[in-house]
């Protein structure tokens, strides 16, 4: 199973962006798959979360209103759409594979492939 993220790149505050991860391998329309991101220095940390059926979403009380997490099954991809981009949102955004007919939970070991990252640097 491979998870190949791509969309990063440099933006202003205020800003909107969108990554994707595409993934090979597996079939999403069956996983639950989420989003996280780790800053310089930091752990990483949960940023969304999407079920299985892609009817139910969760996400850090930090980009709730702001990112919007979606799957498209047909195309087997992941997208996050990041608006209102702040300085603090820079970090590299990992997408991850979770469980079979899962919610969208939010803890790193229940995630069990990993994307390489994509960088997103919020300039201020």
């Known amino acids: 199973v491979q998870l190949q993220a791509s969309g990063g790149g440099l933006v202003q505050t205020g800003d909107s962006l969108s990554v994707s991860c595409a993934v090979y391998?597996?079939?999403?329309?069956?996983?639950?798959m989420g989003w996280f991101r780790q800053a310089p220095g930091k752990e990483r940390e949960f940023v969304a979360a999407i079920s299985w059926r892609g009817v139910s979403t969760n996400y850090a009380d930090s980009v709730k209103g702001r990112f919007t997490i979606s799957k498209d099954n047909a195309k087997n991809t992941v997208y996050l759409q990041m608006n209102s981009l702040k300085p603090e949102d820079t970090a590299v955004y990992y997408c991850a594979s979770g469980p079979a007919y899962g919610s969208p939970v939010q803890r790193v070991n229940e995630y069990d492939y990993w994307g390489q990252g994509t960088l997103v640097t919020v300039s201020s």
């Open positions: 391998g597996r079939t999403i329309r069956a996983y639950a």
